[in-house]
C-alpha cells in the first residue's frame, strides 16, 4: 500500500494490486468479483454495473437539488412556538445566559435546573 498526495493536495491511497476472479455463490452459480488488497487486508467490494452507478448518480443529483439551497444559505433559522423562552449565551459575561420570549429579555443563570434572574 502506498499513499501519495496529489495536486490539490488531498492524499490517497493506493492499494497495491487489484484483480478479477470467479467464485461460486450458494446456490452454486459462478459470479464475478473484485479483490483489492491493501497491505495484508483483502477488500471484496460487490461489482455494479454501469445503469446502477447512473442510476446512484441520478438519485444522488435529485437530493442535492432537493437541498442546495439550504445548504448555500448561510446561518440558523430557529423556529419556535409561540411563548417558548429561547435561552442564548449573553455576549457580555458567559458566566449568564439571556432568557427571550416575545420582547421580554432578562439575564440569569441556570441553577438546578431553573432559570434564576440575576
Request: glycine share 8%; hydrophobic share 35%; net charge positive.
Amino acid at each position: 500500500m502506498s499513499i501519495k498526495n496529489n495536486i490539490s493536495g488531498k492524499t490517497s491511497i493506493i492499494c497495491d494490486r487489484s484483480r478479477a476472479e470467479t467464485r461460486r455463490s450458494k446456490n452454486g452459480k459462478k459470479t464475478p468479483i473484485r479483490i483489492i488488497k491493501f497491505g495484508s487486508v483483502e477488500v471484496t467490494p460487490a461489482i455494479i454495473s454501469r445503469a446502477e452507478i447512473n442510476r446512484n448518480i441520478r438519485a444522488g443529483q435529485t437530493a442535492f437539488r432537493s437541498i442546495k439551497s439550504w445548504i448555500i444559505t448561510p446561518g440558523v433559522k430557529i423556529k419556535k412556538p409561540r411563548g417558548h423562552h429561547l435561552f442564548a449565551a449573553d455576549p457580555k459575561d458567559p458566566n449568564f445566559i439571556v432568557r427571550k420570549r416575545g420582547s421580554l429579555s432578562e439575564r440569569g443563570q441556570l441553577i438546578s435546573g431553573e432559570f434564576v434572574r440575576k
